[in-house]
């Protein structure tokens, strides 16, 4: 074994240190309060409206004259009385019930009350559902 001499330690010493303060330490109450005993610098800036609950805009009274002047009148559509009408009809000559169309086209008995009462907001998915079902066009008798 010849070359091979006394074994060595190349390795150099890791000394191991506390970080510095960062930007989120330095404004921690703790570190502001020691600042000012030592006499180091401290910076404080005013937030406005920091940590309330306030709008972006501080004057509601623009929204609130939007809305006064709003004369938009804002209602959902209703289905059409010849719709119902003819749901009602088509129903009759198949001699079902809204309960028993219901179950048919594979929904609430509610939602065909709604449509023969003329309180339900049209959808084409049930309209189309009720047309396959009842035999007869709905749609496009304008």
Do not use: C, F
């Not at 309330?52 to 059409?80: F, I, Q, W, Y």
């Not at 169309?101 to 339900?120: F, H, M, R, T, W």
């Amino acid at each position: 074994m010849a070359g091979i001499g006394p074994i060595r330690q190349d390795w150099e010493p890791v000394v191991i240190r506390k970080k510095a303060p960062n930007a989120a330490a330095s404004k921690d109450e703790k570190a502001v309060n020691e600042a000012r005993r030592s006499g180091g610098p401290v910076e404080t800036i005013k937030k406005y409206n920091a940590g309330s609950n306030k709008a972006a805009s501080s004057t509601p009274g623009l929204n609130t004259k939007k809305l006064d002047e709003e004369t938009e009148v804002l209602a959902h559509e209703r289905v059409s009385s010849d719709l119902k009408k003819a749901i009602m009809q088509a129903r009759m000559e198949k001699k079902l019930t809204q309960a028993q169309l219901a179950q048919q086209v594979n929904e609430k008995p509610q939602i065909i009350q709604d449509y023969e009462s003329g309180k339900a907001i049209p959808n084409q998915q049930i309209i189309t559902k009720l047309e396959r079902v009842l035999g007869v066009k709905l749609r496009g008798k304008k």
